[in-house]
Nanobody, 126 residues
Framework: QVQLEESGGGLVQAGGSLRLSCVASERTTRIYRMGWFRQAPGKEREFVAAITWNNITYYADSVKGRFTVSRDNAKKMLTLQMNSLKPEDTAVYYC????????????????????WGQGTQVTVSS
């Protein structure tokens, strides 16, 4: 069983920055994509960003130019640098891993990812 653990969430003022990290467990299957999703209260889980094994990235329009996703394959670590944060970025952020490799990087459907972390809260105050 692959385990993903997120960290780095917290409370920040609008315009500020946060850096989220996600580490995959040692018993990790082959990784084709990793991604970030978020879910605000009362809303569906939405795609934020994804990165392939060879560092091709894709972002939701709402975060393009503000967020940067990166990965360290050796450390099995995924990061999300979030700048110019807005109150509407407030959500629980989830790390996800695609172990099947059946989908393109721009596929933002939650069902296209195989494993999920428990989530980390990000709150942006106005």
């Amino acid at each position: 069983q692959v385990q993903l653990e997120e960290s780095g969430g917290g409370l920040v003022q609008a315009g500020g920055s946060l850096r989220l990290s996600c580490v995959a467990s040692e018993r990790t299957t082959r990784i084709y994509r990793m991604g970030w999703f978020r879910q605000a209260p009362g809303k569906e889980r939405e795609f934020v960003a994804a990165i392939t094994w060879n560092n091709i990235t894709y972002y939701a329009d709402s975060v393009k130019g503000r967020f940067t996703v990166s990965r360290d394959n050796a450390k099995k670590m995924l990061t999300l640098q979030m700048n110019s944060l807005k109150p509407e970025d407030t959500a629980v952020y989830y790390c996800a891993l695609d172990a099947r490799g059946l989908y393109r990087v721009e596929n933002g459907a939650p069902s296209s990812f195989t494993y999920w972390g428990q989530g980390t809260q990000v709150t942006v105050s106005s």
